[in-house]
């Protein structure tokens, strides 16, 4: 059983910062984490995701130079650090993780929410003045 609680969602100004957090109990070799957003009336998007091998990541185009994405160690925690916020980036944030993610015996990660099967329950963010 894979157990994922996230943390850190609230509410911020424009241009303010605000950093999530995400506990997972990952036991895999090649794992991956990904932070996916949901606004009300869209499709759930992939933000961010890190690998658990080399920690290479992934940015969607909409974050790109304003979100950072780490990892630290056992306990797996990964962190979404999120600086120059908008009012777009209102929505509810979700953590997710899966094993499947091996590739010429390295390890990558994935923005596509169908490939990951174990969510965390989600973090409000709203940002408005």
């Known amino acids: 059983q894979v157990h994922i609680v996230e943390s850190g969602g609230g509410l911020v100004q424009p241009g303010g910062s605000l950093r999530l957090s995400c506990g997972a109990s990952?036991?895999?070799?090649?794992?991956?984490i990904g932070w996916f957003r949901q606004a009300p009336g869209k499709e759930r998007e992939g933000v961010a995701c890190?690998?658990?091998?080399?920690?290479?990541?992934y940015y969607s185009d909409s974050v790109k130079g304003r979100f950072i994405i780490s990892k630290d160690g056992a306990p797996i925690r990964v962190y979404l650090q999120m600086n120059s916020l908008k009012p777009e980036d209102t929505a509810v944030y979700y953590c997710?993780?899966?094993?499947?993610?091996?590739?010429?015996?390295?390890?990558?990660?994935?923005?596509?929410?169908?490939?990951?099967?174990?969510w965390g329950q989600g973090t409000q963010v709203t940002v408005s003045s």
């Open positions: 990952v036991t895999w070799d090649y794992y991956a």
């Open positions: 997710a993780t899966d094993g499947i993610f091996e590739r010429n015996g390295g390890s990558w990660c994935s923005h596509n929410a169908s490939e990951y099967d174990y």
């Open positions: 890190i690998s658990g091998g080399d920690d290479s990541t």
